[in-house]
């Protein structure tokens, strides 16, 4: 893992800029890993939007930490996250050509032992009970953990799939979708 204190992190972005503020969050949140909202608060500035920005690759092997620290029944969010990531990058994090959302060269090994650490994690926190919409996105986690990014995603925006009726021009969303979107 990169270090909480190492200075590379200046050298990372997140949706607003660099991540110089991001190791700071996370100590935080690894003193109290049961704080869903400062978590929360978190993760939409590391990946968001389709986009998973350079220091969502240094975060996720301290937010698959937090959900070792946490029973399965909460760690829900802490696995959508790491898998989401997953699904911004298109793989397990090819290199990019762009500065903001490539994975630097020093974080590949520990991102992809995290990917690995996570898959139990998943397995445990599965079986536990969730609404339907949760079913979904730790469906859509699991995939692109699997290394299906593409099938993760579109269980991911299942709730936005619709499409034009090619007979009276009509935007369809079935109503089989609508019931299993959440």
């Known amino acids: 893992m990169l270090p909480l204190n190492d200075l590379r992190w200046s050298e990372l972005c997140t949706r607003n800029g660099d991540a110089a503020w991001v190791p700071r969050r996370l100590a935080t949140l690894l003193e109290r890993p049961d704080d869903l909202p400062a978590f929360q608060d978190l993760w939409p ?55 903001e959302i490539a994975i630097k060269p020093y974080l590949l090994d520990s991102y992809r032992s995290a990917l690995r650490e996570i898959m139990p994690l998943l ?27 593409k099938l993760g995603d579109v269980l991911n925006r299942l709730d936005c799939i619709s499409g034009e009726c090619p007979k009276c021009g009509e935007c369809v969303f079935p109503e089989e979708l609508q019931e299993v979107a959440g």
């Open 45 to 99: 500035w590391l990946c968001s939007e389709g986009t998973a920005w350079s220091a969502a690759y240094a975060a996720v092997p301290y937010v698959v930490e937090l959900a070792k620290r946490l029973p399965p029944d909460l760690r829900f969010e802490h696995i959508y996250f790491v898998g989401l990531v997953v699904m911004c990058s298109g793989s397990d994090a090819l290199p990019s050509t762009e500065e």
């Open 123 to 149: 397995a445990e926190t599965l079986i536990c009970e969730h609404h339907l919409s949760d079913t979904r996105l730790i469906l859509a986690a699991a995939a692109a953990l699997k290394g299906h990014p």
